[in-house]
């Protein structure tokens, strides 16, 4: 089992930057692949951006050129930094990350509110 705990997240005006975190403990030398998704209110859980071992990433096209996602594997956390930020990206933002076997482990949501 992998246990995940977010932080971060909160108020943020228009264009400006904030920075979520998401602490991994357990089983984590199974952990594979990570990820960043968010859900606004009345829509579906969507992909916000994704790394795997090799440091690969992906990024939503909402996205591009305004997030940043990175891990630190010394301290088993994975990051997204985000700056430009519109109303739009208001949501929940959740982590997670897939073990062997597939295993998806979720983290419990931050709330992002970008409000003026």
């Known amino acids: 089992q992998v246990q995940l705990v977010e932080s971060g997240g909160g108020l943020v005006q228009p264009g400006g930057s904030t920075r979520l975190s998401c602490a991994a403990s357990g089983r984590v030398f199974t952990i594979y692949f990570m990820g960043w998704y968010r859900q606004a209110p009345g829509k579906e859980r969507d992909l916000v951006a994704t790394i795997d071992l090799h440091d690969n990433t992906n990024y939503a096209d909402s996205v591009k050129g305004r997030f940043t996602i990175s891990r630190d594997t010394a301290k088993d956390t994975m990051s997204l930094q985000m700056s430009s930020l519109k109303t739009e990206d208001t949501a929940v933002y959740y982590c997670?990350?897939?073990?062997?076997?597939?295993?998806?482990?979720w983290g419990q949501g931050t709330q992002v509110t970008v409000s003026s």
């Open positions: 997670k990350m897939v073990g062997y076997g597939g295993y998806e482990y």
